[in-house]
């Protein structure tokens, strides 16, 4: 049975999970405007005990989320957050100015109330990213003790940990957002992130960013990670032969009760502890 990212409700528990246990645990939360996603990882294990997805509508609703779950306000070893979905622009480290920020970042996005900014040292970039300030405002309420990061941070991270020395193009997809990024020998060469509405302009944004990058479609590696449908991948691989879902994980555990689930599915969200 193939599970995605893409079902309203889904909860799956570890059978050796233990609710007294979660001081000792990692609380991984991923947050777009869309949807409320979060697992529960073992660190000394490197196990994920539990996984949780709900679909939302607007603040109220997160804000219900958040209060009435079992878990997200719980007393954890530690809390992460990625904001997913939100836009973020990347600016190298030796001209980022924290008093233009927002200059800086009102060039290539519309600001919203809010900027953070990620230190991405793999890279030596400073990435800026902006969400509405009763988000944060909400996030600081009830998991005061996260840590926040871009979503977007979390994918380079992860992907430059890959230790690839081939050009790759990973493709990450959440909530009918298609985040693109271009690795080569473990530097970051592109990142973008387009909203789209059919598999046709999935295949439209993809096949730009590979044309934008001097890069040949037949023969490029490709991974995708997210919640991709059948049909969306189907009319990727038509144009891009080299494409492959990502790889099972190596550096985080799943019991048997998460082998429903694809292992590209939540792939970033379990190893989101290792890129924090």
């Known amino acids: 049975m193939e599970t995605g990212e893409n079902k309203s409700i889904l909860f799956i528990k570890d059978k050796s999970f233990v609710n007294d246990s979660l001081g000792n645990y990692h609380l991984s939360i991923e947050l777009s405007p869309k949807s409320l996603t979060y697992s529960i990882i073992e660190p000394n294990k490197r196990r994920c005990m539990l996984l949780s997805s709900t679909l939302y509508t607007n603040q109220e609703d997160l804000s219900k989320i958040f209060t009435k779950d079992s878990y997200l306000s719980e007393k954890f070893l530690s809390k992460s957050i990625a904001l997913a979905n939100y836009p973020n622009t ?29 230190n991405i040292k793999k890279n030596n970039v400073i990435n800026l990213y902006s969400i509405p300030k009763s988000l944060h405002q909400t996030i600081r309420n009830i998991i005061p003790d ?50 789209f509405t059919s598999k046709e302009d ?33 009319i990727l691989y038509e144009y891009i032969r080299n494409i492959n879902y990502g790889n099972k994980l190596k550096d985080i555990q799943c ?22």
Not at 168 to 178: E, G, Q, V
Not at 202 to 221: A, H, P, W
Not at 266 to 274: G, P, V
């Open 90 to 118: 990347l600016v190298p480290e030796q001209v980022f100015n924290e008093k233009n920020k927002e200059k800086l970042f009102s060039l290539n996005h519309n600001l919203d109330e809010i900027i953070l900014t990620d």
């Open 146 to 195: 996260a840590k926040i990061s871009s979503q977007s941070s979390i994918l380079i991270n992860s992907f430059l940990s890959n230790n690839n020395n081939i050009k790759k193009l990973n493709l990450y997809i959440k909530d009918d957002f298609a985040h693109i990024l271009i690795t080569n020998n473990n530097q970051l060469i592109f990142q973008n992130k387009f909203e």
């Open 202 to 234: 999935l295949l439209f944004y993809t096949l730009f960013c590979i044309q934008e990058n001097n890069l040949d479609n037949e023969k490029i590696n490709t991974e995708i990670y997210g919640n991709i449908k059948k049909e969306e991948y189907q």
């Open 255 to 276: 019991g048997n009760e998460f082998n429903n689930i694809d292992d590209h599915c939540f792939n970033i969200l379990y190893r989101q502890y290792l890129c924090v």
